[in-house]
T-cell receptor, first 112, second 113 residues
């Protein structure tokens, strides 16, 4: 069981560079979400999706784009990275009406 | 809006000590409540949950009771082990289906032998 797979595990970017954090799940879950984890801040929701073709903003969406073209994949795009986006990013998924989220192992991103 | 407040850490305990991590919440309606655990270098995983008042969630020796009158969901374990060292997150979800989770800031627990 792969569950939720995030790639890469680590990434270093320069300010202004763009990149995509990948997230894939093999549990046929409808709901997927992206969080960032910062010291003393807990987890904050960036974007989420309740199904293919549907996305919505969370608490801290600025600077990030998402799309959901398939049930399995939910990539997170940074169009122009900033040092404030240095963080650990987690992707999560859950099945309809179960409200239990399964998390990936995270991507540690540093923006210099 | 909805919010979760949990005790500040870090918490350091000796092996076999009793653990309590306090969690209180503010939410409309009747939220579902969760404790997630994050072991070093890993993502979060569900530890236990409760979906209605007076429900007790339990797993791996941990327990938490949904107290509507005090809007609390404190995590307890009678005898901690070194392997319980992790960060613990209290969370809630209002409404039905897959509404976004609201997390507390996390409490780091270190258990020393």
């Amino acid at each position: 069981n792969a569950g939720v797979t995030q790639t890469p595990k680590f990434q270093v970017l320069k300010t202004g560079q763009s990149m995509t954090l990948q997230c894939a799940q093999d549990m046929n879950h409808e709901y997927m979400s992206w969080y960032r984890q910062d010291p003393g801040m807990g987890l904050r929701l960036i974007h989420y999706s309740v199904g293919a073709g549907i996305t919505d903003q969370g608490e801290v969406p600025n600077g990030y784009n998402v799309s959901r073209s398939t049930t399995e994949d939910f990539p997170l795009r940074l169009l122009s990275a900033a040092p404030s986006q240095t963080s650990v990013y987690f992707c999560a998924s859950s099945g309809i009406a179960k409200n239990i989220q399964y998390f990936g192992a995270g991507t540690r991103l540093s923006v210099l | 809006g909805d919010s979760v407040t949990q005790m500040e850490g870090p918490v350091t305990l000796s092996e076999e000590a009793f653990l309590t991590i306090n969690c209180t919440y503010t939410a409309t309606g009747y939220p579902s409540l969760f404790w997630y655990v994050q072991y070093p270098g890993e993502g979060l995983q569900l530890l236990l949950k409760a979906t209605k008042a007076d429900d007790k969630g339990s797993n791996k020796g941990f327990e938490a009771t949904y107290r509507k009158e005090t809007t609390s969901f404190h995590l307890e374990k009678g005898s901690v082990q070194v392997s319980d060292s992790a960060v613990y997150f209290c969370a809630l979800s209002s409404g039905s289906g897959n509404t976004p989770l609201v997390f507390g800031k996390g409490t780091r627990l270190s258990v020393i032998a």
